[in-house]
């Protein structure tokens, strides 16, 4: 069964805000995050193998924003 951590745990594990990482959880932007109960969850084991992977470049493209020229 996979372990889920909190935006809290997330926020200290990135070095990152909560609104930074509520956005991204929002935007689809951030490798298992899903919603459990009304709150943000995510599946440790999948943002750590994002994060190995290059993070948000890791991201498949229709879940990125296209660049804009």
Request: aromatic share 6%.
């Amino acid at each position: 069964m996979p372990e889920f951590i909190t935006i809290k745990q997330v926020c200290e594990l990135l070095n990152l805000g909560e609104r930074t990482v509520y956005d991204l959880c929002r935007q689809g932007k951030l490798a298992g995050a899903a919603k459990v109960g009304g709150q943000w969850r995510v599946d440790k084991d999948k943002l750590l193998a994002w994060l190995a992977k290059g993070g948000e470049a890791a991201m498949p493209p229709a879940a990125t924003k296209p660049n804009e020229s």
